[in-house]
T-cell receptor, first 112, second 108 residues
Framework: GAGVSQSPSNKVTEKGKDVELRCDPI?????LYWYRQSLGQGLEFLIY????????KSGLPSDRFSAERTGGSVSTLTIQRTQQEDSAVYLC??????????FGPGTRLTVT | QKEVEQNSGPLSVPEGAIASLNCTYS??????FFWYRQYSGKSPELIMF????GDKEDGRFTAQLNKASQYVSLLIRDSQPSDSATYLC????????FGKGTRLSVIA
């Protein structure tokens, strides 16, 4: 079946602009996660959604970052007033709660 | 602070040898553990998961879990150059806690 999809695959934006990154999880998966990975670094947890529960936002690095998940499916990660240090690959993953996570191909964000 | 620790490497092994990747975790309440492989420029890909103490084998891969020692390992038998990648260990509950990964290089 279809895996996790993300769009766009690449995004180049100017410093100070807002960007939106989209994630379509695997159908039926109730848990959805966002991570960030800078070049040569590990995965940095950002936010986690599970069903209709309040999201775990403990990994969001600043209030410029926000995310929502509509209808328990598609999620959008928004970064306002982008900074150069926001440049990274943003990865989305989905799962059944407590089970293995499957990752999308990621969105490479470059802030110039 | 729940942590998963891995040696960053690089771990270099000759083709055909056994590669041994290790991981320790701090949360004694962790029930499940996962190994992911990440090729350069790609997203992590699930290789194996293990929930019970002992060994779990899948083809050339064996995952080992020792909950008393809070230790997880991944053995890759008959290592191939195509196994060269970064291997991420993850554990805990939801959301998973990921280690920073061990870079494996298999030399032909």
């Amino acid at each position: 079946g279809a895996g996790v999809s993300q769009s766009p695959s690449n995004k180049v934006t100017e410093k100070g602009k807002d960007v939106e990154l989209r994630c379509d999880p695997i159908s039926g998966h109730t848990a959805l996660y966002w991570y960030r990975q800078s070049l040569g670094q590990g995965l940095e947890f950002l936010i986690y959604f599970q069903g209709n529960s309040a999201p775990d936002k403990s990994g969001l690095p600043s209030d410029r970052f926000s995310a929502e998940r509509t209808g328990g499916s598609v999620s959008t990660l928004t970064i306002q007033r982008t900074q150069q240090e926001d440049s990274a690959v943003y990865l989305c993953a989905s799962s059944f709660p407590g089970y293995e996570q499957y990752f999308g191909p990621g969105t490479r964000l470059t802030v110039t | 602070q729940k942590e998963v620790e891995q040696n960053s490497g690089p771990l270099s092994v000759p083709e055909g040898a056994i590669a041994s990747l290790n991981c320790t975790y701090s949360d004694r309440g962790s029930q499940s553990f996962f190994w992911y492989r990440q090729y350069s420029g790609k997203s992590p890909e699930l290789i194996m998961f293990i929930y019970s103490n002992g060994d779990k084998e899948d083809g050339r891969f064996t995952a080992q879990l020792n909950k008393a020692s809070q230790y997880v390992s991944l053995l890759i038998r008959d290592s191939q150059p195509s196994d060269s990648a970064t291997y991420l260990c993850a554990g805990g509950n939801t959301p998973l806690v990921f280690g920073k990964g061990t870079r494996l290089s298999v030399i032909a």
